[in-house]
C-alpha cells in the first residue's frame, strides 16, 4: 500500500511539491549573516502608536446564522460560527519561546483579556512551532474549558494530551471531523514543523477549512496560497469542493518581536 506523498517513507512529514525544498542550517546562516545585512529591518515603530480597539464578539455565542472574526494576535483568533466559540492557534504567553525570560516578545497585549473570553466549543491548530502552539495557553484553556473539542494535524495530539485536552482530533490532510454540526477538513500548507533540534518535520502542518449548513466559510491557516503550491489537478478540484467566502490568516509581524 502506497503512503500519502506528503509522508516521509522513514516517518514523518514533507512538503511533496517541486518547489519545497527543505533549507538547512546553512541557509539559516546566509539569512543572518548576508541577508539581513544587505537588506537591514525597517525600524520597528513605538508599541504605543497602535491603537487598541474593543473587541465586539457576541456573548455568551452568536446566533447560528452569523459570524465574527476576532484578532486576538499573529494568527490567534476567536471566530464566532455556527453558534460555536473556535479558538484558532491560541497564544495568550509574553513570549513564542520554550521559555518566558527570552524569546520573541509579544508585540501588543492580545486582542481580548484570557478571562474575558466566551464558553470556547472548539480549539483548532496548524502546526507545533512556538508561535502557534504554546504550552501554557493549552494547559489553561483545557483548564478553563474542558469540554472544547481539539483539532490538530497529525503528530500534535500527544502534546495536547499531556496538557490536559481531553476531546482530540488529530487529522491528516484531507481528513475530516466535525463539532456540533459544523464540519472541518484538514486541507494541505506548505511549511514545516519542530520544537527542539533533531525532531524536524516529525508532526504535520496544515490548513483547515470549515462549512456549516447555514454559515459556509472557509478559514485556511496556511503561510502561502494555494496557487503557490503547485497542487495536483485532483488537489484543485478538492480545494473548490470547498469554495466558500474565505480569509487569509497569514503570519504577521516581525521575528525579533511577535504581535
Not at 516517518?11 to 511539491?17: A, C, I, L, S, T
Amino acid at each position: 500500500m502506497s503512503i500519502p506523498s506528503h509522508h516521509r517513507p522513514e516517518g514523518g512529514f514533507r512538503n511533496p511539491w517541486p518547489s519545497a525544498a527543505m533549507h538547512g542550517f546553512l541557509d539559516f546562516l546566509k539569512w543572518t549573516v548576508v541577508e539581513r545585512r544587505r537588506n537591514p529591518r525597517r525600524t520597528d515603530p513605538d508599541p504605543g502608536v497602535f491603537t487598541r480597539a474593543d473587541p465586539s464578539y457576541l456573548t455568551p455565542r452568536a446566533d447560528p446564522e452569523q459570524f465574527t472574526l476576532t484578532w486576538i494576535g499573529h494568527t490567534s483568533f476567536l471566530m464566532q460560527i455556527a453558534g460555536l466559540n473556535v479558538l484558532l492557534d491560541p497564544i495568550w504567553s509574553d513570549r513564542a519561546s520554550p521559555v518566558q525570560f527570552a524569546g520573541p516578545r509579544r508585540w501588543v497585549p492580545p486582542g481580548i483579556e484570557f478571562d474575558r473570553l466566551p464558553p470556547i466549543d472548539a480549539v483548532v491548530l496548524s502546526h507545533d512551532h512556538y508561535d502557534h502552539l504554546d504550552s501554557t495557553t493549552v494547559s489553561r484553556i483545557a483548564n478553563r474549558y474542558p469540554a472544547a473539542v481539539w483539532n490538530a494535524p497529525l503528530g500534535v495530539g500527544g502534546f495536547l494530551k499531556q496538557r490536559g485536552a481531553r476531546d482530540i482530533n488529530e487529522r491528516d490532510w484531507w481528513e475530516q471531523s466535525s463539532v456540533a454540526g459544523l464540519k472541518l477538513t484538514c486541507v494541505p500548507a506548505q511549511h514545516f514543523s519542530g520544537r527542539t533540534l533533531g525532531k524536524r518535520n516529525r508532526t504535520l502542518w496544515s490548513g483547515w477549512t470549515f462549512a456549516h449548513a447555514i454559515t459556509p466559510f472557509s478559514l485556511p491557516v496556511i503561510l502561502r496560497s494555494i496557487r503557490s503550491l503547485q497542487p495536483s489537478p485532483n488537489d484543485v478540484d478538492r480545494f473548490r469542493s470547498q469554495s466558500c467566502p474565505s480569509v487569509r490568516t497569514n503570519h504577521a509581524g516581525s521575528w525579533g518581536q511577535y504581535t
